[in-house]
Nanobody
Framework: QVQLVESGGGLVQAGGSLRLSCAAS????????MAWYRQAPGKERELVAA???????NYAGSVKGRFTISRDNAKNTAYLQMNSLKPEDTAVYSC???????????????WGKGTLVTVSS
């Protein structure tokens, strides 16, 4: 059983910073892309940032220059450093990962339950 558990959300004032963590656990052979998505109230879920196993990154235009995604492959953990936060960054942030449980399996997509980030003005 594979689990993704996010942590680090909370309430922060505009201009502040937060660091989210996403730890994958269970029967894991390898992890391909890890990503952070967010969903604000009344809006669709959107991709925030993604990172491949080799360290290549991709960001939504709205967070580029303010957010940094990273990962520690030895710990099966991804991070999202969020700086210069704005009220419009308020959302539930969810971790996503493509994980192979054995060498013979195709990678499957897993989701965490999400962590709430609230940015006050």
């Amino acid at each position: 059983q594979v689990q993704l558990v996010e942590s680090g959300g909370g309430l922060v004032q505009a201009g502040g910073s937060l660091r989210l963590s996403c730890a994958a656990s269970g029967s894991i052979f390898s992890i391909n892309t890890m990503a952070w998505y967010r969903q604000a109230p009344g809006k669709e879920r959107e991709l925030v940032a993604a990172i491949t196993s080799g360290g290549n990154t991709n960001y939504a235009g709205s967070v580029k220059g303010r957010f940094t995604i990273s990962r520690d492959n030895a710990k099966n953990t991804a991070y999202l450093q969020m700086n210069s936060l704005k009220p419009e960054d308020t959302a539930v942030y969810s971790c996503n990962a493509h994980i192979k449980v054995t060498a013979a399996h195709f990678a499957m997509q897993y989701w965490g339950k999400g962590t709430l980030v609230t940015v006050s003005s």
